[in-house]
């Protein structure tokens, strides 16, 4: 007998709170390759939709650092263990850094997430502002996910991928690509805040530059 839907989400966030928010260290940083630091991720083409079902641009994440993963809603583990890891590092981010970071996720299945299905899981996961939740064309997300290093396959009744974690600078460019499940968390909250730190002294200097 298969679980039903109600027995299935708790245990998505049981399996996520396990594997997600462990200490090992299981990952590595991914090559970014021909992806160059000069290829803005914000500058990606493509009609974007919201999960509040208006129209999205890219570019309005420009300003911050950011996030960025690919899921799909009907994911019972390795898409929750990827929220559950991007809400370790929410919450561990300096406050000031974290009100300015966004949490972005990119539905692999356009077709069968809706608006609507993309709403029902922000609630489901208690996501706070920070988090855009995007769906988009088919052919950009597969654009998409090859810039992040990720193989998925649509089937009739589940699709089947791998993960990366991106961290992208306030232009959009890749600073990392994590191609683990579950990345060591902390050295991802550290690269954040280095980049931070790194990004407020090159806007000094540019202010003052005979300071």
């Given amino acids: 007998m298969s679980l039903d839907q109600k027995s299935v989400r708790p245990l998505k966030v049981?399996?996520?709170?396990?594997?997600?928010?462990?200490?090992a260290d299981l990952s590595g940083a991914g090559e970014i390759?021909?992806?160059?630091?000069?290829?803005?991720?914000?500058?990606?083409?493509?009609?974007?939709?919201s999960d509040d079902g208006t129209s999205f641009s890219l570019t309005d994440l420009a300003g911050g650092p950011a996030v960025v993963a690919m899921f799909y809603t009907g994911?019972?583990?390795?898409?929750?263990?990827?929220?559950?890891?991007?809400?370790f590092v929410e919450h561990n981010l300096p406050?000031?850094?974290?009100?300015?970071?966004?949490?972005?996720?990119?539905?692999?299945?356009?077709?069968?997430?809706?608006a609507d299905e993309l709403r029902a899981f922000r609630t489901e996961f208690v996501l706070s502002a920070r988090w855009v939740l995007l769906r988009t064309s088919r052919r950009t997300t597969r654009v998409l996910a090859e810039r992040l290093g990720i193989d998925f396959q649509v089937g009739l009744y589940r699709t089947s991928h791998t993960s990366s974690l991106a961290v992208?600078?306030?232009?959009?460019?890749?600073?990392?690509?994590?191609?683990?499940v579950?990345?060591?968390?902390?050295?991802?909250?550290?690269?954040?805040?280095a980049l931070d730190r790194a990004t407020g002294s090159e806007t000094t200097t540019n202010e003052h530059p005979h300071g």
């Fill in 33 to 49: 390759g021909n992806r160059g630091p000069d290829q803005s991720l914000w500058s990606l083409s493509g009609s974007w939709q």
């Fill in 168 to 180: 992208v600078d306030a232009s959009g460019r890749f600073v990392s690509i994590h191609s683990e």
């Fill in 95 to 114: 406050p000031d850094l974290a009100r300015r970071c966004r949490f972005v996720l990119v539905t692999l299945d356009p077709g069968g997430d809706t």
């Fill in 182 to 193: 579950r990345p060591e968390l902390r050295r991802l909250v550290a690269e954040l805040v």
């Fill in 75 to 87: 994911c019972h583990v390795t898409c929750p263990v990827t929220v559950e890891a991007m809400a």
């Fill in 14 to 23: 049981a399996v996520a709170l396990l594997f997600g928010l462990l200490g």
